[in-house]
Structures are given as C-alpha cells and as structure tokens.
C-alpha cells in the first residue's frame, strides 16, 4: 500500500472510531489528527475537509459493490449485487445513520445521492430505453436514496433479506397492478 493510502486509511479508521463516540458535527480535524498521531497539515494534504474524509471511506469501501451493480445484466446479478449492497450497509449501519445524517456542503447524503444517480441512470436505461429524461432519473433517484436512508435511520432497522424483500415485492406488485389497471382501460 502507498504511502498515501496508509495515511488515508489512518485518517478513516481515526474518523470511525470518533463517530462511534461523539456526533460528526462535533468532530473536529484536529481530534481526527490526534487520534493518529497526525498533524493537520497531513490531513489538509490529502482532504478538504472532514465531509471529504467521511466520503472518501464510503468510496473507498463501496466500490467494489457498485461496480458489480453497474455491470449486471440480468435480474437475478441485479438483485445479488444489491443484496450485498444492503448487507455491506447493515453491517456498518451505525457509521451510516451518522454519516447520513451529516448536512451542509459537500455532506455525505448529497454525496451518496450523486454517487447512486449513474448507477440509476444506467437501469432505467436499461428499462426503458433512451427515453430516459432528468424527471424520470431523479424521481427514481430520490426513490431509492430516500428507501435506503429512511431502512438505515430506522431504531429498529430490519435486516437485509427483509428489506430487500420488502422493496422487491413492492416494485413487482405496483408494476403488476399498474399494467393490470391501465389495459383493463383500452
């Protein structure tokens, strides 16, 4: 590893540890520095601020389950590849209820909506064709971010399996019912 990506990682696991103890907003840099032995000129070297950090980690982590998302082709390798998203989210749900909690420039909610938007993008493209506009991406966008914060932010957060279960069974139902009612009218 790079001398560079140590020195990230030093800042991440600092910037988790913190947030198990305290809120983010009451995180200052130089606690983060403090608790790796690192002076504030390191961090300023490699972020612009703490928000930067707080989304570099969920870069960093998630990519690999982005990537698998992006490539899936047919349903069953969409609906792996968002299981194990959702696993990787409940597995770290206490750094993600803070982190979405997060507000201001550059926080991580409006860092994790830009970072769904292409994946979506690319689904409904899927979906529907090039007939894709900004409404349909944002509504579809906001639907999904919105699903997963309100999942995460929940005291008594169910599991992966249910909320998957939960969601898929929501889709295929209003999508059955939708086509049902609008060809009983032609």
Not at 18 to 28: A, C, G, H, N, S
Not at 76 to 103: G, P, S
Request: aromatic share 14%; with cysteine.
């Amino acid at each position: 590893m790079a001398n560079s990506n140590i020195t990230k990682q030093a800042l991440s696991i600092a910037l988790k540890e913190l947030m198990e103890e305290v809120p983010f907003d009451k995180i200052r840099i130089a606690d983060i520095c403090n608790r790796c032995d690192m002076n504030r000129k390191s961090f300023y070297y490699h972020f612009k601020d703490k928000y930067d950090l707080l989304n570099w980690i969920f870069d960093t982590e998630f990519i690999s389950f982005a990537k698998d998302l992006s490539q899936a082709e047919e349903l069953n390798e969409h609906v792996d590849a968002v299981q194990n998203i959702c696993n990787y989210f409940y597995e770290n749900r206490d750094f993600y209820r803070k982190a979405l909690q997060t507000e201001g420039q550059n926080s991580f909610p409006e860092h994790f909506r830009a970072f769904v938007m292409p994946i979506m993008k690319l689904r409904i493209e899927y979906l529907f064709g090039d007939n894709e506009d900004e409404f349909t991406l944002n509504f579809f966008t906001d639907a999904a971010v919105a699903t997963i914060e309100r999942w995460l932010l929940d005291k008594n957060c169910m599991s992966p399996d249910e909320f998957l279960n939960k969601v898929m069974h929501i889709v295929q139902q209003g999508a059955e019912a939708l086509h049902n009612e609008l060809n009983k009218e032609k």
